[in-house]
Every structure is written in C-alpha cells, then in structure tokens.
C-alpha cells in the first residue's frame, strides 16, 4: 500500500489550500482513509476521516465547518479542501489508512493507522 501527498504549501490566514493523497495497493473495495497533522513536540492528531463508500466522517473539532473530507474513486484520490485557515492549522499534514479501529464518526488513533504518507507542510501566516 503506497499513499503520496500533495497539495500543501504556504497560504495566508483566511485563504484556502487543498491536499490530495493517491492510494494505490488496497486490496479491499471500501476502507476507511484519513488526514492527522502534526507540529513539532507535539503528537500526530486527527483531522478527518472517512469510509471510502461515502458513510460517516469524523472532524476534528478544530477544523469542523472549515474543513472537507472527500474522495474521488475513479482517481484514488482523496482530499482535504481546507478553508478559513488559521495560522494555528500550521502542521505537516499526513494521509493515512489501513485502520483497525475506531471507525467515523469516532475519533481516530494514529497508533492503530498501519500505511501512512510521506507528509505535506502547511504553513498559515
């Protein structure tokens, strides 16, 4: 299973970035995808996830209403439309997947995600 990032970069606190994360390798049809972020000293949390099949998502209370969670199947892709930034959303941003739980709505643990992405920087200024 291979996950490839893209999309982050350096954007000013209320404009817009989207992230793209390519799966490739997955033997199941259905599977739960999400994005964490982390900042220096400080542990990998979730932002979003969902099921690939469209059922529930989680958000990150931080993000909620501001960020969107979604998939294109025919690409593989899925992406993470970030709006409103803050300077606070400053973070590598991970893909990631191969969950064994908890599954959306509930919150994600990053310690039970088995495939993750090389990262992506987001900066907020």
């Known amino acids: 299973v291979q996950l490839v990032e893209s999309g982050g970069g350096s954007e000013q606190a209320g404009g817009s970035l989207r992230l793209s994360c390519v799966v490739s390798?997955?033997?199941?049809?259905?599977?739960?995808v999400g994005w964490f972020r982390q900042t220096r000293g400080n542990e990998r949390g979730g932002v979003a996830t969902?099921?690939?099949?469209?059922?529930?998502?989680y958000y990150a209370d931080a993000v909620q209403g501001r960020f969107t969670i979604s998939q294109d199947n025919a690409k593989n892709t899925v992406y993470l439309q970030m709006n409103s930034l803050k300077s606070e959303d400053t973070a590598l941003y991970y893909c990631?997947?191969?969950?064994?739980?908890?599954?959306?709505?509930?919150?994600?643990?990053?310690?039970?995600?088995?495939?993750w992405g090389q990262g992506t920087q987001v900066t907020v200024s």
């Open positions: 390798g997955m033997k199941y049809d259905t599977y739960c």
């Open positions: 969902m099921y690939t099949g469209g059922r529930a998502t």
């Open positions: 990631a997947t191969g969950s064994r739980g908890p599954e959306p709505p509930n919150t994600p643990i990053a310690a039970f995600f088995g495939y």
